[in-house]
């Protein structure tokens, strides 16, 4: 595609409740990361993938989450028993592939846990 | 130590000045700098990557790079108020695989 795509653009969700948010990243793009942004903060890194392996799951606040991606395209982030702490836009990226190249980022999604 | 460190502002920089934007980071050998702006409500957007020592220039915008002293600045000339965002600075860092760290960024504010 053009561009990197995530859905939903929102989500709110029950307390207690599973979701899933999706990435579909920039054709040809071989790694993709996950970041999380809360309301006025930075970016928090959560996990990335280089093809469809997790080098590194050093961010992920709790195994409440959990992600994945196959065929080497799109990926999903799985938040299970949502918390209010959750709450925030969920942002995905992706790259061509190794060092010196450009990341590129979706239009995220807004989490709201109620 | 914070890995990627910016000055949080907000700067405020009058329309038509030069604004300058730091950035510093803690391990020495990163190799991948990039500037992001995100505007309010909106995503992060790439607006230079820089990735040997010296100035890049493209258009209005000026990235600086100098891997010695470990900070990379951003430099917007004839400043305009559409350029009124945060804008945030990445670091890839060698060794670390493909991950990128962030900056929690700068705001930025240009006056009419």
């Known amino acids: 595609g053009a561009g990197v795509s995530q859905s939903p653009s929102n989500k709110v969700t029950e307390k207690g409740k599973d979701v899933e948010l999706r990435c579909d990243p920039i054709?040809?793009?071989?790694?993709l990361y996950w970041y999380r942004q809360s309301l006025g903060q930075g970016l928090e890194f959560l996990i990335y993938?280089?093809?469809?392996?997790?080098?590194?799951k050093s961010g992920l606040p709790s195994d409440r989450f959990s992600a994945e991606r196959t065929g080497g395209s799109v990926s999903t982030l799985t938040i299970q028993r949502t918390q209010q702490e959750d709450s925030a836009v969920y942002l995905c990226?992706?790259?061509?592939?190794?060092?010196?190249?450009?990341?590129?980022f979706g239009q995220g999604t807004r989490l709201t846990v109620v | 130590q914070k890995e990627v460190e910016q000055n949080s502002g907000p700067l405020s920089v009058p329309e038509g000045a030069i604004a300058s934007l730091n950035c510093t980071y803690s391990?020495?050998?990163?190799?991948?700098f990039f500037w992001y702006r995100q505007y309010s409500g909106k995503s992060p957007e790439l607006i230079m990557s820089?990735?040997?020592?010296g100035d890049k220039e493209d258009g209005r915008f000026t990235a600086q790079l100098n891997k010695a002293s470990q900070y990379v600045s951003l430099l917007i000339r004839d400043s305009q108020p559409s350029d009124s965002a945060t804008y945030l600075c990445?670091?890839?860092?060698?060794?670390?695989?493909?991950?990128?760290?962030f900056g929690k960024g700068t705001r930025l504010h240009i006056l009419p």
């Open positions: 820089i990735y040997s020592n």
């Open positions: 993938f280089q093809g469809n392996s997790a080098p590194d």
């Open positions: 391990d020495r050998v990163s190799q991948s």
């Open positions: 990445a670091v890839n860092p060698m060794g670390r695989d493909d991950k990128i760290i």
């Open positions: 054709s040809g793009h071989t790694a």
């Open positions: 990226a992706s790259r061509l592939g190794p060092t010196n190249t450009e990341a590129f």
